[in-house]
């Protein structure tokens, strides 16, 4: 079992920067292949990136490329998104999660097996 907590969300103006934090606790970090994903109302969620084991390995969304990067540390158990040239359209509730399957469906929300509670994003035009 791991319990995932995030943080780092606010608000920002358009341009500005955030950098999220997912602190885990429980079984083995490393263990873990980890995403980040987001919701905004009325709206499902998206897959926002994702990172291997070692870090070696990450992928995003289209609309983040170039803008966001997704690191971890395994020593302070530790999964990090930073947020660069924020828009209103990345407004949402933004969610860490854990994948523990052998088979890595990195972008599939219901094929990661661990989730944070969230936190809230709030870009301002």
Do not use: H
């Not at 919701?39 to 291997?52: C, D, L, T």
């Amino acid at each position: 079992q791991v319990q995932l907590v995030e943080s780092g969300g606010g608000l920002v103006q358009t341009g500005g920067s955030l950098r999220l934090s997912c602190s885990a606790s429980g079984r083995s970090f490393s263990n873990y292949r980890m995403g980040w994903f987001r919701q905004a109302p009325g709206k499902e969620r998206e897959f926002v990136a994702a990172i291997s084991w070692s870090g070696g390995i990450t992928y995003y969304v289209d609309s983040v490329k170039g803008r966001f990067t997704i690191s971890r540390d395994n020593a302070k158990n530790t999964v990090y998104l930073q947020m660069n040239s924020l828009k209103p359209e990345d407004t949402a509730v933004y969610y860490c999660a854990g994948f523990a399957r052998a088979r890595w469906s990195y972008s599939t929300p219901n094929e990661y097996d661990y989730w944070g509670q969230g936190t809230q994003v709030t870009v301002s035009s």
